[in-house]
């Protein structure tokens, strides 16, 4: 979780940096509309949290998978439409409604993991997404050094989709260990049979007198 929460908040805080930028020279919008393009961005953030808020006790699992997922497809969508300014404005919403609630589901799985220790795992969680958002401006600040302002999205982009896949491979290996343990797997038959087997015989001799 951590993992994932780390590189969900270096991908977004990579080209989150520089959307004013973005959005002025790649987008084409004046000043005063990337104004309010930044109050839709954080009304979409409010929205992703409220609808989040709402569903994560009835969804606990997926919450964390659909948030990181739907940041990657807004991240690249801006990178590969961000220069067609409605498209640039769905995707910009996609973003701000991910930022929040990645955060938020993070912090709650985190909780269920360590449901007796919550305040390291609050600790932990918050250490971790601070760090995310050190690492991701200081990545935004060596791709738009090295490219353009179009390319920090793809960098969080893949950043997202590497977070999914952490969250993918977090799902699948205790489904592997479930198997593995399992009653009817090799090593599951092997435990049953020692449990099972019955007690060595044991001969007692009387002693003649």
Do not use: W
């Not at 991910?98 to 969680?125: K, S, W, Y």
């Not at 989709?161 to 593995?180: E, H, M, N, S, T």
């Amino acid at each position: 979780m951590l993992a994932a929460g780390t590189l969900s908040a270096t991908g977004a805080f990579a080209s989150y940096t520089y959307i004013v930028k973005s959005l002025g020279d790649v987008s084409g919008f004046a000043t005063d509309t990337v104004s309010g393009l930044l109050v839709v961005f954080g009304v979409a953030c409010l929205a992703g949290v409220s609808i989040t808020g709402a569903l994560l006790d009835r969804f606990p699992h997926s919450a964390l998978p659909t948030a990181v997922a739907t940041q990657a497809v807004g991240m690249l969508g801006l990178y590969t439409a961000g220069s067609r300014p409605m498209a640039a404005v769905v995707f910009l919403v996609l973003v701000g409604g991910a930022l929040g609630p990645v955060f938020m589901t993070t912090q709650n799985e985190m909780l269920h993991c360590a449901p007796g220790r919550t305040d390291i795992a609050l600790a932990a969680n918050s250490g971790a997404y601070n760090a995310g958002i050190a690492a991701g401006a200081a990545l935004g600040g060596l791709v738009l050094h090295l490219a353009d302002v179009r390319a920090t999205f793809l960098a969080g982009g893949l950043r997202a989709v590497a977070a999914c896949a952490v969250l993918l491979g977090g799902r699948l290996l205790p489904i592997g260990a479930d198997r593995a343990n399992a009653p009817d797997s090799p090593a599951g038959l092997q435990r049953t049979a020692r449990t099972t087997r019955p007690p060595d015989r044991v001969e007692h001799h009387s002693t003649p007198r």
